[in-house]
């Protein structure tokens, strides 16, 4: 098969550019998605409790709001529908080939394409190949010792086992990240016993969270000027925030709200002292929740901070050499970020491989083109991730980046568009320079942000507005066409 465009994902990043480049009369692509059905993060993770923690009307494409959000954060199912209705409008359902695993592409010299392999032994030729898979979507279990003898049951929140009945078990729970804080609670409904393994505490905030009325609803619908503002209001608030990821020490006033927000669910002193954490707050993401401080103050939840060394038949042992009798096991421990994009086999020109062109660490120009890889994009790609505001944000502005570069391909009569090495260089010098004063390189924790040199490769260390206007137009000095 042979195609202009071939888009790997269908979650918000490969839609999101599926559906642009519709609307700019580019009509020739296609998607490919391994699961069978669309929608990336928000298909995998189903998880109880399972939400939005940046506002929805700001979580949403900016080219197609939605005014019926039914609350501030809206939940898994909520976002999944929003993505499925996005496929259906416009009409990118026949574009998807589903069921489809993408192991590794290679560009093409001679023809200045791609080729691009799949799981199941078939190929595709596309001038460009757009990377819409994002950071996070291997689930990551650790390698424990005996786990595979464990005879009760075992899942990641990303892959929730809903035939597996939690209620009357006894529930051991590894990790307190974004996506623990929210299955914990009602997990510890359900279940007999849960014991919560924490590495770090997390610091979390309390979460303006509520339903939006009807009333406000048939306001946004009526008035899109009123959706509009509400947004922009969300974002400037947001973004105001990026100045204490900067400078550390402004961070003091929130981890005073934090630490009220302890105590407030929380009764016991040992407790408490437990979930504090040590390090400067925004070293890790930080989570919001109202109701993880009291699912852990119930009778039912114990929270052991020794670290786990080993799986028994019957359990969970820690290093004090304690067994801790559990049914199920579940896994909260993340994702495989560091290998997202290393673990395909991608080959550039001269027959580089992208492992080896990023064996000193994942670099991208504007984390969208890698020089050496024309026609290559990466959606989500290194250091455009956030912690502050909304990736959706992100990607409409790395999708606006990528047409801009096709546009300028056509308007010089090219091929192929690559990067310049020392405009790439130039940028993540500046990039990396910023990052190294910024909370999470100074805030004494170790985070997934972080690669194993202790470098920051994920996070876009600024306003997110200053990424927009990078992004708006491809500059001509910053790349080469190919004829
Ligand atoms: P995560 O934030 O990476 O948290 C993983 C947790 O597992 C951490 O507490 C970590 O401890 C712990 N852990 C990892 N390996 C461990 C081990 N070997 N032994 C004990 N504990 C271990 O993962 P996540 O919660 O799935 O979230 C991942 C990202 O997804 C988030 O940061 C966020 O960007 C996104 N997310 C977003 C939302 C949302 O609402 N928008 C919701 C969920 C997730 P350490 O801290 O010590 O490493």
């Known amino acids: 098969m042979r195609t202009s465009v071939v888009i790997i994902g269908s979650g918000f990043a490969g839609l999101g550019m599926a559906i642009q480049l519709t609307e700019s009369g580019r009509d020739d692509f296609v998607v490919l998605e391994k699961a069978d059905s669309l929608g990336g993060t928000w298909r995998d993770n189903t998880y109880p409790g399972c939400a939005c923690d940046v506002q929805s009307h700001l979580y949403s494409f900016s080219f197609a709001p939605n005014p019926d959000w039914t609350r501030m954060f809206a939940r898994q199912d909520e976002i999944r529908g929003y993505l499925d209705g996005l496929a259906d409008r416009y009409r990118l359902r026949n574009r998807i080939r589903f069921g489809v695993t993408v192991t590794g592409a290679e560009y093409d010299e001679a023809t ?16 460009h190949v757009v990377w819409g898979t994002g950071a996070l979507h291997e689930p990551s279990v650790p390698e424990i010792d005996g786990l595979e003898r464990f005879a009760g049951t075992v899942f990641h929140s990303a892959h929730w086992d809903h035939r597996h009945d939690l209620h009357g078990r006894r529930v051991a729970v590894i990790g307190t990240g974004a996506s623990a804080i929210q299955f914990v609670p009602p997990v510890a409904e359900q279940a007999a016993a849960v014991t919560l393994f924490q590495r770090t505490p997390p610091w979390i905030l309390p979460k303006f969270d509520r339903p939006i009325s009807s009333v406000e609803r048939w306001v946004f619908r009526t008035f899109p000027a009123v959706q509009r503002a509400y947004r922009a209001s969300i974002y400037a608030r947001l973004e105001g925030r ?33 979930v504090t954490p040590d390090y400067t707050l925004g070293c890790k993401r930080i989570l919001i929740s109202n109701d993880y401080y009291p699912a852990l103050a119930r009778d039912n939840v114990s929270v052991v901070t020794d670290d786990v060394v080993r799986v028994t038949e019957r359990g969970v042992v820690t290093a004090d050499g304690v067994e801790h009798p559990v049914d199920t096991i579940i896994f909260g421990t993340g994702f495989k970020v560091a290998d997202a994009f290393t673990t395909l086999a991608i080959t550039g020109r001269g027959g580089v491989k992208l492992t080896d062109a ?67 260089d130039a940028f993540n010098e500046e990039l990396h320079e910023k990052l190294a004063g910024g909370v999470w390189q100074q805030g004494g924790c170790r985070s997934w942000y972080l690669d194993e040199n202790g470098v920051n490769r994920t996070l876009w260390p600024g306003f997110t507005f200053d990424f927009r206007r990078q992004t708006r137009h491809a500059d001509p000095t910053a790349h080469e066409i190919l004829a």
């Open 112 to 127: 200045r394409g791609w080729t691009v392999h799949t799981a199941s032994g078939d190929t595709l030729e596309a001038r």
């Open 242 to 274: 990026v100045l204490g990821f900067l400078n550390p020490k402004l961070m003091s006033g929130l981890e005073v709200l934090a630490r009220a927000h302890i105590r407030r669910g929380i009764a016991d002193p040992a407790l408490r002292a437990a």
């Open 358 to 424: 990023w064996r000193g660490g994942q670099e991208a120009y504007l984390g969208t083109t890698v020089a050496g890889f024309p026609n290559l994009f990466l959606l989500v790609g290194p250091n455009t991730g956030l912690s502050h505001s909304s990736m959706v944000y992100m990607i409409e502005s790395q999708v606006a980046y990528v047409l801009d570069c096709l546009r300028l391909i056509d308007r010089d009569g090219g091929r192929a568009i690559d990067t310049r090495p020392e405009r790439q």
